[in-house]
């Protein structure tokens, strides 16, 4: 039966199958209270938890996202039904964590992760395609280092410890959003006062941390293997995603076409380019979308975790430093295109330059047993 | 016959490594590759059956798996 299952989590049907629910769920958030076109934003989920635990102190972005740490427990769940919890670490971890860090500042230049890229272009965000674009660019880099030999090298089992710890700190997170706590922070006004209740959240993150360990589900993965194999398993799940989340938005009358003022988004294309371009690369050279790492993590990947940890240290930095875009703004009927400032390109190209550098440094010989 | 080990490698590492592998090999070849997760055999069997090879996968008591891959 459970062999069964996976075969069927791991055809082509499954994971259409599995993208489809994803999409659908997505929307289904943003109905019930998360903020437009980001019913699902790893990334910015991740921003708005380093917010509510006061790493950074910009108001509006303030919330502790129960979606984040149910992704990992559903995850978590799934792995244990399976037989696939296996702690394991040492595939660099330091590395993992500044890829995690520059991934996080890419995404807040473009104002979203792959995942919100692909909801945003569902609800009709045009500027969406342009940041998809970068983050193939990106990718397209990254599999360049695949190609030339770049790994960060092999992972080992490890004790019970190091696979329990990151599903135990989203069982804290949980119980915090449950108990919230005075020292917790809350955005009075902006996207992070926008939510679904706390158990739709939670119900809603842990079907698709379910569904997302069955099928290896990788927004970043699904460019990859296109590129890398001509490989579309995941790209199909992903249109899949695409196609379910933009008939539901029409549906909900949810969908306006075009570039300015969309919905916590700005239309400065070079940004929304380069922005996706260094998360895109960064995801590749670390294995995995921000979705995917924190399905890893649930399965007991310790290197997945610091990715994680990576990430919301970056988008505290994004928020202490003023690296994160402002979206655009129409003030007095006069579309002001928003964007990041000067501070934020200076980290994306700096971003840039070291997974760059990551690239050519971590090229191996690879070694084949005879 | 040639053995990959791609035990422990990040996706999509082991993918990779058994393609580039597979499509050196001359036909009637044979290769094994060893995998360490679910994920990686999937991967890789669903690669040796994209390059028109036959591959089957066994359990190996290290809780990894032994892919056994056969150009025809």
Not at chain 1, 110 to 123: N, T, V, Y
Not at chain 1, 155 to 176: D, E, F, H, S
Not at chain 1, 213 to 224: A, K
Request: glycine share 14%; proline share 5%.
């Amino acid at each position: 039966m459970r062999e069964r299952l996976t075969r069927l989590f791991a055809s082509r049907w499954g994971i259409i199958l599995v993208g489809a629910v994803i999409g659908v769920l997505g929307v289904l958030l943003r109905k019930l209270g998360n903020p437009a076109n980001m019913g699902i934003c790893v990334a910015c989920f991740e921003r708005d938890i380093a917010g509510a635990l006061g790493l950074h102190r910009a108001a509006p972005v303030q919330y502790l996202r129960p979606e984040i740490p149910a992704f990992v427990l559903g995850s978590l769940i799934a792995a244990l039904a399976f037989r696939e919890f296996k702690p394991r670490t040492g595939s660099a971890p330091i590395l993992r964590f500044l890829l995690g860090a520059f991934a996080m500042i890419g995404a807040l230049v473009f104002l979203g992760c792959p995942w919100r890229a692909l909801f945003r272009l569902s609800g009709g965000d045009l500027n969406a395609l342009i940041g998809i674009a970068g983050l193939a660019a990106g990718i397209a880099a990254g599999v360049a280092f695949l190609r030339g030999g770049y790994s960060l090298g092999r992972a080992a089992p490890a004790r019970g410890a190091v696979g329990w710890i990151t599903p135990g700190l989203m069982l804290g997170l949980v119980l915090l959003a449950l108990i919230r706590p005075s020292f917790l922070i809350r955005s009075e006004s902006g996207p992070g006062a926008m939510h679904a209740a706390i158990g739709i959240s939670l119900a809603g993150g842990l079907l698709v941390g379910m569904l997302a360990q069955r099928t290896r589900f990788c927004t970043m993965g699904s460019v990859r293997d296109v590129i890398l194999a001509r490989d579309t398993h995941l790209l199909s799940g992903v249109v899949a995603l695409l196609v379910a989340a933009f008939l539901l938005n029409l549906a909900f009358g949810f969908v306006k076409f075009g570039f300015g003022a969309q919905p916590i988004a700005h239309s400065n294309a070079l940004w929304n380019f380069l922005g996706m371009v260094l998360a895109g690369l960064a995801y590749a050279l670390a294995g995995g979308c921000p979705g995917r790492q924190l399905f890893l993590a649930g399965e007991g990947d310790g290197d997945a975790g610091i990715f994680v940890l990576g990430m919301l240290s970056g988008a505290a930095f994004a928020h202490n430093f003023g690296l994160a875009s402002k979206p655009d703004a129409v003030a007095n009927g006069v579309l002001q295109i928003g964007g990041p400032a000067p501070n934020g390109q200076l980290a994306v190209l700096l971003g840039l330059a070291f997974c760059v550098a990551v690239g050519f440094a971590m090229r191996e010989r690879w070694e084949v047993k005879r | 016959m040639t053995t990959i080990d791609a035990r422990g490698l990040s996706c999509p590492e082991p993918v990779l490594r058994a393609r580039r592998a597979m499509q050196g090999l001359a036909p009637g070849g044979d290769l094994e590759v060893l995998v360490e997760t679910v994920t990686s055999r999937e991967n890789v069997l669903r690669t040796a059956r994209a390059l028109g090879c036959a591959a089957e996968a066994e359990a190996t008591p290290d809780g990894g798996f032994r892919l056994r891959i056969h150009k025809p």
